[in-house]
């Protein structure tokens, strides 16, 4: 398999995440975003691991899903508590502390 | 007995050698979970702030007294030696100094926070003796984490809006720095910083070096990763600002070292070109947006941006000079280490002051004629700043010289004049806030004076002049520098 | 150990926190104290003096503060002539001070903070290490940043502290450079032999070999920076601009600063390190003598039009230090007489300056603090003693034979003249022009101050009504009065033998001796036709050129103030702001659009997250193309 393929497609995917975390504006589609920056990483890495055959690549892609979903977990949370005191979750609209 | 043989067995199976260096983590973990079990009785935050903060003063002796020549703990990718109980020992200090602070405004939920922060305090301490990538993630994800929980205790509406900014940004640069980490096994084949990494640098490193310099740098609020930073430390409670921009950090200053200086050793000729950037459009941004502000804490958070600029010239003037072994590297390391416990004690000393200000958003007004109400706070904060403007006899003077001193050792001339510039106009607003406090008060004034709100702030202030008067210590972590190297 | 060469810094340290301390609660004992600690500091000078004459030798203590920095006392002969005249005058003005500030609710810390300028002084004078000489540098110039905006409540005071403090810290700036070149070239200096390398009895001790080992350019680079440090302290040419504001301290402050203490500070330094001076290349002790001398007439002309009684004192400072230096830049020429000639004057001066704002600070009291000399006038029949005591300060700075000005000032004219008959050349010659007409605008203006304010009739009101300052508070003014009197006369020549060995009067022709004395005999009729009478109120100079040229002060603080700080350092900032506001308020006014650089504008708005990203990946592209950009050009 063609390490550049895996490295190519990945970094499409981190840029497609990018494009998501700059232009959402919705605490969801934010978090969505940053699973797919996060998931592009994963890929990046198993690519990795399969070019070296070696595993530790995927030992790490195994801790950035787990760390991912830890991210996830806490961000619902701070949506759920956001839509308790904002009443919306569109974080753009949340910009009290400014300049 | 048949316990210990069993340990002994596992640690043997397992690589988990050399596992009395674990101990004091193991401590952490248990007083936590202590903490949460007692928790669900009682609702007591003085309590758990002591508990707190004897399991923390206990570790940071531990830690001082396990054996400081070299030894390689789980599977090599953890050396401890005294470079990494240094820092390890630092930041608990860190700690330390927002655990009884914090306390004040906790009135529910306290058990939680003093077990995040006791949480944090194993990653802080993995953190900063690993030479491990992966090591390195996911502790410094697990300081993250925690710290997300910490930002957002509160009630106000700016505490979630603080907390919401933090967590955003951090998990992008979670992305990145996985996606880095990637890269750095892509060209090298290995996850270890110390491998000995000589391979000609071709365009992965590049991108590598890139991705994790802003995975790491953006804890750190260098220069355009630093927005989060402004509002987090505005918005966040004061005693939790205080250890954003203290420990938390260090921390990501003590992995940026190790990742730069040790992994990308064959690759400096672009460190030293990024880290140069990075310094100087951080110094130049956080102290000229920092003349024109009128929110004090701000003006403390863009102070920060720009105190890191100072901090990285360490790297930028390493990877020029390039011979680690040489004096002016040592010098330049001893003094990073310097600026760090200096860094700790002035900034979070001055985060703290803002308690005494009887409101969430600190308008630089706010302290007219402090100094008439309480000389004692007043000048100490005057200390503090004074300290971060770098004048002398305070540890931040010393800090400043010896980092332009080797700055000038490692024939960085030009730097270390942007540097000089830099501080000079950095003395403009940290001026305007004693001025301030030096005022009569217009109208009654009210401020919140009492013990617990003064004892940190003249604590602070005196330990900062105290660094500057045991200003031999940098001679002393000289002979500690090289350990950064491995 | 010889504890009393430590306690002559250490006695007004304790002045400083017992009156502080105890002056809150007795206003009046934290005068007394201040000035008890300041005596007994004039004891323990006259002690090391009597010591370091009994050894014969300089005396030099130290130990080891940190790594290569030894902290110490060194003491020799130019020291202790320092210490002397710090601790006497500073003694008076401490004396004097408790009449002046008597009603003055916070005199209490304005004799603390006296108290400690005066122990940085002192410090700074004895110390044996350039780092901790820097220190006492800094603590002397902090004090007179709160000194000078004492009376904070005077929107003019906290201007002019400030500007004060901002000019000084650009001499600073120079200072320290010229102490880090110094220790960078000689860390690994193998002649150090377990010395500090900026310890000052080694530096000066080993001054040639240093040259030879540094280069003598470099040298010279490292003193024309120490040089700078020592031109902002002692406001010569182009850092002079914030003594005249300086004025608008308490006259004590004035002084304090200008005669005792901190202005005398770079002319030290120089003197200390003349050493490093004279064996650097030539252009270091070149730019001494070239700066001070060029000082000296520059300030003279400033002098003449000022109509503020203090200014006018301010600006014969100025000039007055500029003869200083220029001495000591003759030294190529007359060798270390340079440096007796220039501390003789810096002595004598700092007497009779002393006197001369003493008695405008007893002038001022007495009219409420009116400065303007146009509206005095006839004050000698008001307040005799107070205005003779004023006539025997001005004769003096005007070098009025046989005064003690005549003695000290007029040896330098004449040793500026060696220097040309030495040299021949026209750069040699510019310092005794200077000098020489400098020595016209002294006498021009001194007298032109003191017929305004001395003779004719009261020109305002309260002028009319002043009163003789109580003759208890004169007492000390007049030791001060003796010396300006007489000191010339009878110290001259030992003084100069006692500072550098074998130093002879320089002997010159007569015809240009005369020089000097011609000129202040012109000067003085000048000033007698014009101000002893009422004839100067009917000049109208208003549209003459070089009149507003003067008065604009040559348009330097207009250089500094409008165009460095606000053209440029404010424009800087505010732009910055700028860009950030206009993230801000740009943008919500911008419609919704396509993705063109008007919607990532507008989305860059501030407090909101998603736009921070945007900010990252644009900054963080920006400086990896720049990384890639040098990795391929350099």
Redesign the interface.
Known sequence: MQIEFVNVLSLILFSIGLYGVMTSNIGIKMLISIEILLNSAILSLIGAGILFNTSSPLVFALFVIAIGVIESVIGMSLMAAIYRKYGKISISLIKEIKW | MIVNSFITELALNTGLSNLNYLYPLFLLGIVAFVILAIGIRIENPRLFASITAGALAIVFFWLYFLPGNPNLVMSGTTIYNRYGTYFAMIMILASLLVVFPAARRLSKKADIFYAILLFVNIGIIIASFSYNILVMFVSFEAVSIGTYIMAAFGKEKRHLEASLKYFFTSTIATAFTAFGASFFYISTGTFDLTAGLKVSSFQSMDIALLFLAVGFGFKMAIFPMHQWAIDTYDGAENSIAAYLSTGSKILAFVVILKIFLVGFSGDFEVVFYLFTILAIASMTYGNIAALSQDNLKRILAYSSVAQVGYLILVLAQVSYVGNTSSHAVTLAVATGMYYSVVYIFMKGGAFLTMNIVKKDKVEISDVTGLFRKSPAVAVSFSILLLALAGIPVTGGFFAKYNLFLALITGQLWWLAVIAILNSAISVFYYFRVILYMFKDPVGETDFNLSTSVRIPVIATAFITVGLGVAFQMVYLLMSVAPGLFG | MFIWAWLIFIFPLIGFVLSWSIGRYRKMLGGVIASFMVGLSLLASYETFLYVNSLGHPLYQSYQW??NIKIGVYVDHITLIMVLMVSLVSTIIHLFTMYYMKGDPGRHVFFAETSLFTAGMLGLVVSSNLVVF??FW?LVGLCSYLLIGFWFFKPNATAAAKKAFIVT?VGD?LFL?GM?VI??ALVGYPGLGGNSPLSIPFLINNASSIASYMGATNLGIAAVLLLGGAAGKSSQFPLHVWIPDAMEGPTPVSALIHAATMVTAGVYLVARTYNIFFYSAPFAMYSVAIIGAFTALFAGTLGIVVNDLKRILAYSTISQLGYMMAAIGLAPVIGAAGISFGMFHLVIHAMFKALLFLTAGAILISLMDLRDVRQMGGLWRKMPVTITLFLIGSIALAAIPPTSGFYSKDTIISASWLYFSHYGSFQAFLPWLFLSLGALLTVLYTFRMFFLVAVGKPRSHLAEHAKEAPIIALIPLFILAFFSLFGGYLFQVPFYNYLATGVTLPSIPAYIEDIPLIYVAIGFLVALYLYGTSRWKSIDLSRNFFYNLLKWKYYMDVLYTRIIAERIILP???A??TV??SY?SGVDRTGSGALSFGTLLR?M????????????????S???L???L??VVI
């Open positions: 940190f790594y820097f220190l800094e810290r700036l450079i880090a220790y960078n800087v900032s505010a910055f702001s950030e506001n801000n989305r708005q501030d407090g909101v997250v998603e736009n921070y990203f945007i900010v990252l990946i644009i900054g963080i920006i400086v990896f720049l990384v890639e040098f990795k």
